[in-house]
C-alpha cells in the first residue's frame, strides 16, 4: 500500500476494526452502523452494508476495501438475519466495487463455522 491509497473499512467498530485501522494509520473511511466507540483519526460514514446505494457513494474515490462489517451467529441471530447481513452485505458491496471500477473481482465466499463456504459468490452470480 502506498501512502496516497484511500482505505474503506466496512464494520470497522468492531475488535478487529480497531487493530486494523491503528495498524493501517492512512487515509481511512469506517462504514458502519455504529461509529467507533474507540479513538480513531478515520473518516466515519453512517450506513448499512447492505444498500448498495449508500454504500456506492460512499465507496467512491477509494483504492482499497476491507470488508468486517458482518452479524455473528453468538449474539443469536437467526439464520435468515445472519444470511441476509452477510451475504446480502457482501453481494452489495462487491456489486458497488462493479459498479464503480467496471471490471471484475475475485470470487467472494462467505463462511460460517464449516470450513467450506456457505455459498460462493461469483461475478457470474453476483446480480441474481
Avoid at 46 to 65: F, M, Q, S, W, Y
Amino acid at each position: 500500500m502506498n501512502d496516497s491509497m484511500k482505505i474503506f473499512i466496512t464494520g470497522g467498530s468492531g475488535f478487529i476494526g480497531y487493530y486494523l485501522q491503528q495498524y493501517i494509520d492512512k487515509e481511512t473511511t469506517i462504514y458502519g452502523l455504529a461509529e467507533p466507540e474507540f479513538r480513531h483519526s478515520a473518516g466515519y460514514v453512517k450506513g448499512d452494508v447492505r444498500d448498495h446505494e449508500a454504500l456506492t457513494k460512499a465507496l467512491n474515490g477509494h483504492d482499497i476495501v476491507f470488508h468486517l462489517a458482518a452479524n455473528h451467529h453468538d449474539f443469536g441471530i437467526s439464520r435468515s438475519e445472519y444470511m441476509d447481513t452477510n451475504e446480502g452485505g457482501a453481494r452489495a458491496l462487491v456489486q458497488a466495487s462493479l459498479f464503480l471500477l467496471n471490471k471484475l473481482t475475485p470470487d467472494v465466499h462467505i463462511y460460517n463455522y464449516a470450513d467450506s463456504p456457505l455459498r460462493t459468490l461469483s461475478p457470474g452470480n453476483l446480480l441474481e
